[in-house]
């Protein structure tokens, strides 16, 4: 079975200071990975997701994420947070179905980013 | 585009009664839904996979009498939570697939049950 971990459960950074969220999963085949971003009041925004092709992979908001093979890692990062950015951050892996659909997603526990004036 | 609207955005019954909970695809056909479940400050879990025009598949430890679905359109999928009770209260989140088969989520209904 598929499993995400997210070791931080929370982390504070200074508005301005770079950021890397950590998150390791556990899957038997080639995974699909996804970074979420949960708003209080507001829905789950994709930022960014790896299919296959390039291990850096670019997404919304300034965000990035490397996905390391050899480390089971798909570590979240940006080089200058923003007051904006503090939510929640979930990591979550996905398959696809023997149909050729995708299953749905197993979701890590989140990380509350907290942003320090 | 991409946009996943779910309706009550917050609800709450009585002990007893049965909430049904909609979500729809506003801009695009979905014929995959499927629906989570999220307790307070803690992470997504997968409930159901909702397929247009067929049963739903629960993952295990979801009561399929409790947490009924229907997916009657490529746009909606319902989620009824029959006979609620206390320990139902949750955070109950949608989401529909893409072109890309990518899922677009809907903000959530909360719902409490007293």
């Known amino acids: 079975a598929q499993s995400v971990t997210q070791p931080d459960i929370h982390i504070t950074v200074s508005e301005g200071a770079s950021l890397e969220l950590r998150c390791n999963y556990s899957?038997?085949?080639?995974?699909?990975l996804f970074w979420y971003v949960q708003s209080p009041g507001q829905g789950l925004q994709l930022l960014l997701k790896?299919?296959?092709?390039d291990t850096l992979v670019q997404g919304i908001k300034g965000f990035e994420a490397e996905f390391k093979r050899s480390q089971s890692s798909f570590n979240l990062r940006k080089p200058s947070v923003h007051w904006s950015d503090a939510a929640e951050y979930f990591c979550?892996?996905?398959?696809w179905g023997s149909g050729g659909g995708a299953d749905g997603l197993t979701f890590g526990k989140g990380t509350h980013l907290i942003i320090q004036p | 585009g991409a946009v996943v609207s779910q309706h009550p955005s917050w609800v709450i019954c009585k002990s007893g009664t049965s909430v049904k909970i909609e979500c729809r695809s506003l801009?695009?056909?979905?014929?995959?839904m499927f629906w989570y479940r999220q307790f307070p400050k803690q992470s997504l879990m997968l409930m159901a996979t909702?397929?247009?025009?067929?049963?739903?598949?629960?993952e295990q430890g979801v009561e399929k009498d409790k947490f009924l679905i229907n997916h009657a359109s490529l746009t909606l999928s319902t989620l009824t939570v029959t006979s609620a009770h206390p320990e139902d209260s949750s955070f109950y989140i949608c989401?529909?697939?893409?072109?890309?088969?990518?899922?677009?989520f809907g903000p959530g209904t909360r719902l409490t049950v007293l």
């Open positions: 989401s529909a697939t893409g072109l890309y088969n990518e899922q677009f």
């Open positions: 801009d695009f056909q979905a014929t995959t």
């Open positions: 909702s397929n247009e025009g067929s049963k739903a598949t629960y």
């Open positions: 899957y038997g085949a080639t995974p699909y």
């Open positions: 790896y299919f296959s092709g």
């Open positions: 979550a892996v996905g398959s």
